[in-house]
């Protein structure tokens, strides 16, 4: 994936936390994808987010 | 007399129920068929076949993926993965490499018994047809354990099947989950971090500069060109000549096992219904998805092209999901004051192309 922001997205209930980001990627496609370990893009986004000045940023 | 015909139609002694490499006679692309051009430095993952995985840090190299109608004659296969390189590159960085992998879950794999002293082979076969003999390497990497095992090969400029064997690691083996266990990877390019060492033709902790010792580049030159098909794995030690067949599956067969990993779910006709929802307030409805097949894990998700609500054509609507399961996903559908609380909604492709894509790929 070529990363340009990540953004978690609103619960799918009001008030628990979010289980979902959406990435954006440098050519505007995304992608949401769950918070689950198994999930190899969230694998991928955990390294993604170790790096310096990247952030996943909290949801509106 | 009976005794006889009992013999003669029993069934094939498979090695295995349903063939380990899914797709490996090319014919299901669920994200897509038509050619993918431009393809190069950073453009990961899965392009048009599913299941076959890119893998590729390719400096100034591109090329183009295409589902091609084409197959070895009288082999029973109707399509290959052809990969066309548009771009050379002849000034091969270190770190360069371009992959085709073909990625297996662990507990898929533990009839092998890796990590014991009956470790058994894996016998690689494939159908290969490139532009000039060329040196390609062929292996595996053991994920959860970081081991590796390379063989090289060469191409011919007519279909050729290759049949390469490999003995099982008796030191570690993968873990029974649903993770990546093992990673059958071709590499077509490589840098000198990948081709300075000695080639690991033997089980060995995975050493990058042991990958392609001796192999050839993809992107010598925009002559060349690969196509593949008939990509099997059989357990035990084979020859070309003693190779077990492919055991082709019907269309059905091979689309319900890729629906583990992907499914995508592409607009076939103006108004066709995508799923129903059901309001929340004026600006939001939220429907879902029920998966035919149970996929690995929890899908990523992304749609292209317009899905509107039924007869609102006017109107795109944006999406964002709600929840992702194994066997169901949800999504909050938005836009404005179209709907109202506790209204059953159908929503639909419009007129355009349009597809939803559930990834839950290694």
């Given at each position: 994936?070529?990363?340009?922001s990540?953004?978690?997205?609103p619960?799918?209930?009001?008030g628990?936390?979010?289980?979902?980001?959406?990435?954006t990627?440098?050519?505007d496609?995304?992608?949401?994808?769950?918070?689950?370990?198994d999930?190899?893009?969230?694998?991928?986004?955990?390294?993604w987010?170790?790096?310096?000045?990247n952030n996943?940023?909290d949801?509106d | 007399?009976?005794i006889t015909r009992a013999f003669?139609?029993?069934?094939?002694?498979?090695?295995r129920?349903?063939p380990l490499?899914?797709?490996?006679d090319?014919?299901?692309?669920?994200r897509g068929?038509a050619?993918?051009?431009?393809l190069?430095d950073?453009?990961?993952g899965y392009v048009?076949h599913?299941r076959?995985r890119?893998?590729?840090?390719?400096g100034a190299?591109r090329?183009?993926c295409k589902?091609?109608a084409d197959?070895?004659?009288?082999?029973g296969?109707?399509n290959?993965l052809?990969?066309?390189c548009t771009?050379?590159?002849t000034?091969?960085?270190?770190?360069?490499v371009?992959?085709?992998?073909?990625?297996m879950?662990?507990q898929?794999?533990?009839y092998?018994?890796?990590?014991?002293?009956d470790?058994?082979?894996l016998?690689?076969?494939f159908?290969?047809?490139a532009d000039a003999?060329?040196v390609?390497?062929?292996?595996f990497?053991e994920?959860?354990?970081?081991?590796s095992?390379?063989q090289?090969?060469?191409?011919?400029?007519?279909w050729?099947?290759?049949?390469?064997p490999?003995?099982?690691d008796?030191?570690s083996?993968?873990n029974?989950d649903?993770?990546?266990?093992m990673r059958?990877?071709f590499?077509?390019?490589a840098?000198s971090?990948?081709?300075?060492?000695?080639?690991a033709?033997?089980?060995?902790?995975?050493?990058?500069a042991?990958?392609?010792?001796g192999?050839?580049?993809?992107?010598?030159?925009?002559?060349?060109?690969i196509?593949?098909?008939g990509l099997?794995?059989?357990?035990?030690?084979?020859?070309?000549?003693?190779?077990?067949?492919?055991?082709?599956e019907?269309?059905?067969?091979?689309?319900?096992?890729c629906?583990?990993?992907c499914?995508?779910?592409?607009k076939?006709?103006n108004?066709?219904?995508v799923?129903?929802a059901h309001?929340?307030d004026a600006?939001?409805?939220r429907?879902?998805?029920?998966?035919?097949?149970p996929?690995?894990?929890?899908p990523?998700f992304?749609?292209?092209?317009n899905?509107i609500r039924?007869f609102?054509?006017a109107?795109a609507l944006?999406?964002?999901t709600?929840?992702?399961?194994?066997f169901?996903h949800?999504i909050d559908?938005t836009g404005?004051?179209?709907?109202?609380?506790?209204?059953g909604?159908?929503?639909t492709?419009n007129?355009?192309?349009?597809?939803?894509?559930?990834?839950?790929?290694l």
């Open positions: 994936m070529k990363i340009k990540v953004k978690k997205l619960p799918a209930i009001s628990e936390d979010s289980t979902i980001v959406r990435i990627q440098t050519d496609s995304w992608w949401d994808v769950p918070m689950d370990n999930n190899v893009d969230w694998q991928e986004l955990q390294i987010a170790a790096i310096d000045g996943i940023a949801a | 007399m009976a003669k139609n029993a069934p094939h002694q498979r090695r129920q349903v490499v899914i797709n490996g090319m014919q299901i692309a669920q068929t050619d993918v051009t431009g190069g950073g453009d990961e048009l599913d076959m890119h893998t590729l840090e390719a190299g090329y183009t589902q091609t197959a070895p004659s009288d082999s296969f109707s290959c052809e990969l066309d771009t050379a590159d000034s091969i960085a270190a770190t360069e371009f992959n085709i992998d073909y990625r879950e662990g898929d794999l533990q092998l018994k890796y990590g014991t002293s470790a058994e082979y016998t690689v076969g159908w290969m047809k003999a060329v390609y390497s062929v292996g990497i994920i959860d354990n970081s081991r095992i390379r090289v090969f060469t191409t011919g400029t007519d050729t099947y290759h049949c390469i490999f003995i099982g008796t030191v083996g993968p029974n649903l993770g990546e266990g059958l990877r590499c077509f390019h840098g971090n990948l081709t300075s060492g000695t080639l033709t033997s089980w060995q902790g995975t050493t990058a042991n990958t392609h010792v192999g050839g580049s993809f992107f010598a030159s925009t002559d060349r060109s196509k593949m098909t099997q794995l059989e357990r035990g030690y084979f020859t070309a000549e003693t190779m077990p067949p492919f055991q082709h019907s269309f059905g067969e091979n689309l319900e096992r629906q583990r990993y499914t995508g779910i592409t076939e006709a108004y066709g219904p799923m129903f309001g929340i600006n939001t409805c429907g879902a998805y029920f998966f035919d097949t996929m690995r894990t929890a990523s992304t749609h292209t092209g899905i039924s609102d054509t109107t944006s999406s964002a709600a929840t992702s399961t194994r169901s949800s559908w404005s004051n179209l709907f109202g609380a506790n209204e909604i159908l929503l492709f007129t355009t192309a349009a597809s939803l894509i559930y990834d839950a790929e």
